[in-house]
């Protein structure tokens, strides 16, 4: 067997197919997001300014951020020297905890080092809790929670997306003495679209099932504190399981789980992808928990993030520039090919200091490759207009049709 002939053949798909994706060596400059410096493949340097980040609201970059992270630091040292089970548990971890519980108006919270692990190791553990558990997950859930239900072993049901009269469907077709999860997101990242929380609440009330929601793209940005859509929307209370993160909106790193005191304790004392892994260091937790404490009163980003995603969102319509607009602040525009897709990118970055990642398949489905921005309350008036300017001179260099999407 040629191994090494089977890696190129698998790398060469990537290559002929358009799709295959390149690291560009980005560093953020400190108080200056969202401007980086670009290290070029020869070595030069240029500056770029970032588009496609996730630090949704700069926290990344606050200094109130920095500080509590340079003071674990000092306090503490670099790592956390364990597992929480094993010396890796410190002040840091519940104090942030702590935080995230009041912050979903939940009994606990339970860390993970990243809201991937968190939904593949929840999900993947429920069905021990609850011998029998059917899974009814959203057919656009993150790849994620995909994972989590695939490796559950228990039995899963797919609805089709947002689809709540099929969901109901597959709920009644299945024995009402079954335990039951249903899996979904607050705002789906590849489209920008809200997922109809209350529906799904009302059915699974109705059918006695769990609610697990995702709110990886809604914590710290939505709702009066940032608890998300479902605070927003007034139902934190009927979501039993709230998954987040702590590296988009709160700009460090981490995920998590909001529940009841029971739920979080059976999920730390089952969860493999909990028990055997060290612990985030303690200055990565008390940055998380300064971040999160201060978005709880910082209404005013959250108000100019909106702002500035619906000012992008109404110059790229009135280029006839085909976004999709679901009214959240994901502004994703359609190019529908790859190649074309990944030659913006490259154009965008080399000719205009403009870095915007492509997105391709499998993330979204053939046809519907995109460009996905991210605006910020610090992309000001001068980033906004050197964007929408490329954009329309690229757009027209590359011959692609103007027509806008439906929202």
């Known amino acids: 067997m040629n191994y090494d002939a089977q890696l190129d053949q698998a790398i060469n798909r990537l290559h002929e197919e358009g799709r295959y994706r390149t690291f560009i060596n980005i560093e953020r400059t400190r108080g200056q997001f969202p401007h980086a410096v670009w290290t070029k493949p020869d070595g030069n340097q240029a500056p770029v300014t970032v588009w496609c980040g ?9 200094q109130v951020v920095m500080d509590a992270m340079h003071e674990a630091i000092a306090a503490t040292g670099a790592g956390s020297g364990g597992t929480r089970n094993i010396s890796g548990t410190t002040v840091y971890h519940k104090r942030l905890e702590a935080e995230l519980a009041d912050l979903h108006r939940k009994e606990e919270a339970l860390l ?15 069905p021990k809790l609850f011998p029998g558990l059917i899974i009814y997950s959203d057919a656009l859930n993150h790849a994620s929670m995909i994972e989590g239900v695939r490796r559950n072993g228990g039995a899963k049901r797919i609805f089709r997306h947002n689809d709540v009269a099929h969901l109901r469907e597959l709920l009644e077709a299945d024995d009402p003495n079954v335990p039951k999860v249903i899996a979904f997101e607050s ?27 995702d709110e990886v793209h809604a914590v710290g940005m939505y709702g009066p504190r940032g608890g998300g859509v479902a605070e927003r929307d007034g139902l934190m209370g009927r979501i039993d399981i709230i998954n987040g993160t702590l590296a988009k909106a709160y700009g460090v790193m981490g995920g998590y789980i909001a529940a009841s005191a029971k739920m979080c304790d059976a999920i730390r004392s089952y969860a493999p992808g909990f028990i055997f892994t060290t ?13 999160v404490a201060h978005l709880k009163t910082a209404q005013h980003l959250r108000d100019e993030h909106q702002t500035q995603a619906g000012i992008l969102k109404l110059r790229l319509k009135g280029l006839g520039l085909p ?22 990118s490259d ?3 080399s000719d205009h200091g403009i870095y915007v990642q492509p997105i391709n398949f499998p993330t979204v489905p053939r046809g519907t490759e995109r460009l996905r921005f ?14 929408v300017s490329a954009l329309d001179t690229l757009w027209s260099h590359c011959a692609l049709n103007r027509a806008e999407l439906a929202g």
């Not at 996730?54 to 606050?62: A, E, S």
């Not at 612990?279 to 971040?291: D, E, K, Q, T, W």
């Not at 910020?376 to 050197?386: I, L, Q, Y």
Request: charged residues 15%; proline residues 8%; contains cysteine.
């Open 187 to 213: 705002i789906y990242s590849m489209d920008g679209d809200f997922g109809p929380l209350e529906e799904i609440c009302d059915l699974a009330q109705e059918f006695g099932a769990l609610t697990y929601l």
């Open 374 to 387: 991210t605006p910020s309350p610090v992309h000001g008036p001068r980033e906004m207009d050197a964007l």
């Open 112 to 126: 993970f080092t990243s809201a991937y692990i968190a939904n593949d190791a929840t999900l993947s553990t429920l």
């Open 323 to 344: 976004i999709i607009d679901h009214g959240s602040h994901i502004v994703p525009l359609i190019v529908g090919d790859p190649v074309h897709t990944q030659k913006l």
């Open 54 to 62: 996730n630090d949704y609201l700069g926290m990344g970059q606050q």
């Open 347 to 349: 154009m965008l970055l």
């Open 279 to 291: 612990s985030l260091p303690p200055a990565v937790a008390a940055g998380a928990a300064a971040s």
